[in-house]
C-alpha cells in the first residue's frame, strides 16, 4: 500500500514565477508541483497538491487530509507568521507536517523571523527556492520511515 502526501501551498504561491523572481524564482507552482511529483516517483508516493490564499480554505484541506494523507509538506507562506488558527488546525489534525519556505525567511524583515506554526510541525526548511520542497518532502519520507537508510 502506497503512501499519500499532501503538498500545501498557501497565500500568493499561485503567481510563483513571476512574483518577485528574484526572491522566490522563476519556476511556476505547476512547475514546482511536477518536480515534487517526479521526486517522490521511485517511492511509489501518492502525492497531491493543493494551492488556496484564503486561511479559512486551508485549514479545510488539512481537515480533509486527515482523512487520507499520512503526511503534509506546507508552504503556508505569509500565514507562518499570522495565523493561530492554521497552527490550531496542524496541531488537531495530528499529521506529521513539515513547513517549507522558498526564502530564507530569517535572513529577511523582522516580522517574518518567527512562526506560529513550527512548533505544531516536525520541522521546517527555508531559503532553498524550488529545492525546499523537495528537502521537505525528503525530511517527511524520512520521518515515515520511507527512505532507505544509507549504508555505513
Known amino acids: ?3 499519500k ?3 500545501l501551498h498557501g497565500p500568493n504561491l499561485n503567481l510563483l514565477g513571476t512574483r518577485e ?3 522566490y524564482g522563476k519556476h511556476t507552482l505547476d512547475d514546482i508541483n511536477a518536480i515534487a511529483a517526479a521526486h517522490v516517483r521511485p517511492y511509489h508516493i ?3 497538491h493543493e494551492q488556496s490564499n484564503h486561511e479559512g480554505a ?3 484541506i488539512l481537515h480533509v487530509a486527515r482523512n487520507w494523507a499520512d503526511g503534509v509538506v506546507f508552504n503556508p507562506g505569509a500565514y507562518t507568521h499570522t495565523s493561530i488558527a492554521l497552527r ?3 496541531s488537531a489534525v495530528r499529521l506529521p507536517v513539515v513547513e517549507i519556505h522558498l526564502s530564507n525567511v530569517h535572513a529577511r524583515e523582522e516580522f517574518r523571523h ?3 506554526l513550527a512548533p505544531v510541525c516536525i520541522g521546517q526548511i527555508s531559503g532553498f527556492g524550488w529545492r525546499s520542497y523537495l528537502l521537505g518532502l525528503d525530511a517527511l519520507l524520512g520521518y515515515l520511515n520511507l527512505l532507505p ?3 555505513l
Open 5 to 7: 502526501l499532501l503538498l
Open 88 to 90: 490550531d488546525a496542524i
Open 58 to 60: 486551508l485549514i479545510d
Open 46 to 48: 501518492e502525492l497531491r
Open 149 to 151: 537508510e544509507p549504508e
Open 21 to 23: 523572481p528574484e526572491v
Open 114 to 116: 518567527k512562526s506560529l
Open 1 to 3: 500500500m502506497s503512501k
